[in-house]
């Protein structure tokens, strides 16, 4: 499709933010805004109007495409004119995990559904406490868009992942035909090609033009993905978080669920993803900021100290190691405290090359360019560390806002109407 002036809307686990892109991808405008309530549909809308309203008027006129993330997993049930009638589940929110064993005699031993957070086990929970008739369960993105395009019952690939929905079929598996889960079926979305466009802007008080698209939207973590301009079979992105975590961009879906690596569909390819337990939270446990910033530009990246740690935060691991028992290895530590952070610079960035050569072990694609965003992204030792253990190009992503992503989402894949929508609540 021809490229439009997009807005991209994040909900993110900390807050919500809106940046709206020219044609060329070039930052027209931004907005944040703080989720106080973070479980509250009511705040949501509030805040989606609050940022629309923040850019600029004559911005806002020439937007022609709007798409929004939301955290995966945050879901609830809605009455026919889209009122929620139950309480939000976030994506963290594990009190339907007695309903696992359910789920334990339909489908495959180490499916995505199977965690105590899915979708799916969550839907379950609020089918038993909370269903009446006409009800939709939507994710947190699919309702947002729903107030905008007043289309009600619409997800996408990624947001129903965890709800089951298989990406490589189109389709929801046969399995939902089980007694336990047929109930379910007259509640589950409609899912499209994330970016789709969904329809018209509805919402006549926005300012927005009545040409302005609202697309199917995506999770926040593979808007991040997105917001890098990866886009070739090859190339990758590393969050050097609290944690780490892995995505690569691959022509086969690679799956091994008992060690947290899953494949999300994006277009024709897809994007597998896998999460250490290490990562960057170790560093803040033994040198402040400053120490970091100081250190880290002493370090002389061509005298490796030979130190082999495994930086746990506790015990256990499940990728690139699956060992649940796996032990913090922090041991000997120099008396330098530059040594000491070197150390740990090459067992992580040893660690992320592990991750990706595991992943490409399972069938992904070789792996050609490293992106690199979160708040390890700016440490430059690390930075040439990670290029020396990874063989590869390794660059700072050029944007890392999920909201970037989100509004390249809608700008580039949001050519496509999709074919039939059911007639929304009225
Ligand atoms: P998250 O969102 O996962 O909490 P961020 O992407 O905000 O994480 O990154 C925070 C992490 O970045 C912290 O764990 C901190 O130790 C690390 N960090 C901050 N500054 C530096 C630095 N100069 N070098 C390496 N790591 C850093």
Redesign the pocket.
């Known amino acids: 499709g021809q490229a439009v002036t997009a807005l991209g809307i994040d909900f993110g686990t900390s807050g919500a933010r809106a940046i709206a892109i020219d044609p060329e991808g070039n930052v027209l405008a931004t907005a944040r805004r703080p989720l106080h309530q973070p479980d509250r549909p009511q705040e949501w809308a509030a805040t989606l109007r609050a940022l629309i309203l923040e850019m600029p008027s004559a911005i806002r006129r020439q937007i022609r495409r709007i798409a929004i993330d939301g955290t995966s997993s945050t879901v609830f049930l809605c009455d026919a004119q889209g009122q929620p009638s139950s309480p939000v589940l976030l994506y963290n929110d594990d009190r339907a995990q007695d309903h696992l064993q359910r789920l334990r005699q339909i489908v495959a031993a180490d499916h995505l559904v199977l965690s105590a957070t899915s979708s799916l086990v969550k839907l379950l929970w609020l089918q038993t406490h909370y269903a009446t008739a006409n009800v939709v369960f939507l994710h947190q993105a699919d309702w947002l868009a729903f107030l905008l395009h007043g289309q009600l019952g619409i997800s996408d690939w990624h947001n129903a992942l965890k709800l089951g929905y298989d990406p490589a079929k189109e389709a929801y598996p046969d399995w939902f035909s089980h007694p336990i889960l047929a109930p379910l079926q007259p509640l589950l979305p409609q899912v499209v090609p994330p970016g789709t466009v969904v329809g018209e802007v509805t919402a006549t008080d926005l300012g927005l033009s009545p040409e302005c698209q609202v697309c199917a939207g995506t999770t926040d973590s593979i808007a991040a993905f997105l917001a890098s301009g990866a886009s070739e079979v090859g190339e990758a992105v590393t969050?050097?978080?609290?944690?780490l975590v892995l995505k690569l961009l691959s022509t086969s879906r690679v799956e091994d669920l008992t060690a947290g690596i899953y494949s999300h569909r994006l277009g024709d390819r897809w994007l597998v993803g896998g999460a250490s337990n290490c990562?960057?939270?170790i560093?803040?446990q033994f040198f402040t900021?400053e120490e970091?910033?100081r250190l880290?530009v002493q370090i002389d990246v061509s005298q490796p100290t030979g130190l082999d740690y495994y930086p746990l935060l506790k015990r256990g691991e499940r990728f690139p190691i699956n060992d649940p028992h796996l032990e913090p290895r922090l041991e000997p530590r120099p008396n330098d405290p530059r040594l000491f952070l070197q150390g740990l610079l090459e067992s992580l960035s040893r660690i992320e090359a592990q991750g990706y050569a595991q992943l490409q072990r399972l069938g992904a694609s070789p792996l050609k360019q490293v992106w690199t965003a979160?708040?390890?992204a700016?440490?430059p030792a690390?930075l040439a560390l990670r290029q020396q253990y990874l063989g590869v190009p390794v660059a700072i992503s050029p944007h890392t806002e999920a909201a970037y992503g989100t509004a390249r989402l809608a700008q580039l894949n949001g050519g496509t109407t999709a074919p039939e929508f059911p007639t929304s609540a009225d």
Do not use: F, V, Y
């Open positions: 969050s050097l978080g609290s944690t990562g960057a939270a560093l803040a900021p970091l910033e880290s979160g708040g390890g700016r440490n690390w």
